[in-house]
């Protein structure tokens, strides 16, 4: 028997669950189909959200927009569930070196909407801190698996678990049809996997290799998230997610031997205090060579959309663009033009 629905949303990962969550809330139908056997990049992702980055700490892309819709939108997310999916934590920035110190004070005096002063003897029992430290403030965690568990909950009538092969999909001029669940528009969010679909392979993605370890670090707060030339950031009870590594080049995806040692020496030069590592997982993240997302709908085939491409600033980008593509898609609003595939129209249309 075939089922209709207006969108098949393809992997619940960070955007899928965001897409899903908006069609939820608007009453829009939809079928969710996310492989089991794949791991999500979000699933072993810190879950920061930082405002500023970069060696010169300045302001990430669209902040101002994206830092306000973000919060209202987690904040929303976790209405009626006994967990907080997001938190705020400041990031104390244990400076590095001189020269971070330099631009850190810098930065301080000219366009500086999130930096503060903070006082660096109250580190001073846990961490190594010889040329000072300073506050970032508007960060937050978030707490992505529970994210992703309460948002499979949340669309669990809607909700496949099954591997998605674009070659068992057929299209038509009313939609596309997957085994019997015929729709309107399929969106594909599958991360890595979006590089072999034929229809989106030709866009620039760059995967990268992200790899962190699990420590447990009895006794450090874990109200603020903490950077050095590594972040260490809050996971659970006395548990910190530290990393992470940004490969461009690599022949595997397993765990490497060099980066636990670099985090180890890194671990030792800033921590006072002692530590035990727990666990230590890879992610390979969907990133391009412009640092942009991808979000819109195919120029020759408008059945097949796409939202993916978040790279390291998923949980800041991903509510808001998913929130835009449905926008767009049902009411006609435009997509920000440095996200909107439109850019890529030539190259898609070969």
């Known amino acids: 028997m075939q089922e209709k629905v207006k ?14 969550y908006f069609l939820h809330k608007q009453g829009i139908s939809f079928k969710i189909i996310n492989d089991p056997q794949t791991v999500s990049a979000t699933s072993v992702a810190s879950g920061v959200i930082n405002p500023v980055t970069g060696r010169r700490i300045v302001q990430t892309w669209m902040i101002d927009i994206l830092l306000p819709f973000a919060i209202d939108a987690y904040k929303e997310f976790q209405e009626n569930i006994s967990v907080a999916i997001i938190k705020k934590a400041p990031i104390l920035s244990i400076h590095p070196s001189l020269q971070m110190k330099v631009s850190f004070d810098y930065r301080l005096t000219h366009d500086n909407v999130y930096l503060k002063e903070n006082d660096t003897s109250s580190l001073e029992q846990y961490f190594n801190a010889p040329f000072g430290s300073g506050e970032i403030d508007q960060c937050f965690w978030i707490d992505l698996i529970q994210f992703l568990k309460t948002g499979q909950q949340k669309i669990s009538n809607h909700f496949i678990e099954a591997y998605f092969d674009v070659s068992d999909m057929t299209l038509n001029e009313q939609g596309v049809q997957w085994k019997n669940i015929i729709a309107e528009k399929i969106i594909f969010c599958d991360g890595l996997n979006t590089m072999n679909n034929p229809y989106f392979k030709a866009l620039p993605f760059v995967p990268n290799k992200g790899e962190a370890l699990i420590v447990k670090i009895k006794g450090l707060a874990p109200t603020n998230i903490y950077k050095t030339n590594i972040t260490i950031v809050p996971w659970q009870d006395d548990l910190f997610w530290v990393g992470s590594s940004y490969e461009w080049s690599y022949s ?32 390979i993240r969907p990133a391009n060579t412009e640092r942009r997302p991808f979000v819109g709908l195919h120029p020759q085939y408008p059945q097949l959309g796409i939202c993916n491409g978040m790279g390291t600033k998923g949980c800041s980008l991903a509510p ?31």
């Not at 969108?7 to 899903?20: K, P």
């Not at 890194?266 to 205090?273: G, N, P, S, T, Y």
């Open 252 to 283: 595997d995806t397993l765990p490497s031997k060099s980066f636990k040692e670099k985090m180890v020496a890194a671990l030792d030069a800033v921590l006072k205090i002692p530590y035990e590592i727990v666990d230590h997982f890879v992610g």
């Open 320 to 350: 808001y663009f998913a929130k835009q593509l449905i926008d767009h898609i049902e009411h006609g609003k435009h997509i920000e033009a440095e996200a909107d595939i439109k850019r890529f129209t030539s190259i898609l249309s070969a």
């Open 7 to 20: 969108y098949l949303i393809i992997g619940q990962g960070l955007t899928g669950t965001w897409l899903s």
